[in-house]
């Protein structure tokens, strides 16, 4: 070894001072206060989890019917159609009635018509195809409806598809 260099020497234990019991003291409520902090953010943690999956399972009971409402439209469209293109008779009552059926099943379980008003609302209806404005239809106005639209519950279930005026 060479007279530069320099030879490091762990401190004796002379050397190394022992932490007193106040700074002892001081660190241990440091870490408690710590752990109590971390304690009280999961306790919120676990409340908001709680009330997170509360909510989740009323909307989900809420909207359980949603998709089935929606798959059986289809078939009140395709009744509406055949009493359209029926004549008179024992069997357009029967569809009639079997139509009527279908209608008030679904609105007891919370499915309602979207009633189409003069306004275009983009919300509740789809613009299917537009016509230009006239004196008769301004723009932003249905002209027609094409399709009825449903609500289930407080959400559209399918919009009413319109013929809107545009300029």
Known sequence: MS????VEEEPSVADQEEPSVANQLAEALARAE??????TYRDADIVNLR?????????????AGFNLAGRILPVLDSLERALEGAEEGPFT???QLTRD????????????????QEIFDPNTMEAI??????????DSTVVDTL???????????RPARVVVAKD
């Open 51 to 63: 009330r997170r999956a509360a909510t989740d399972k009323l909307n989900l009971m809420k909207f």
């Open 3 to 6: 007279d530069e260099e320099v």
């Open 93 to 95: 009552e029967g569809i």
């Open 101 to 116: 059926n279908l209608l008030e099943a679904l609105e007891a379980e919370g499915v309602t018509p979207i009633s189409v």
């Open 34 to 39: 710590k752990a109590e902090a971390e304690i």
């Open 147 to 157: 399709e009825s639209g449903y609500l289930y519950k407080d959400r559209v279930l």
């Open 129 to 138: 195809t537009t016509l230009p404005a006239s004196e008769e239809h301004p």
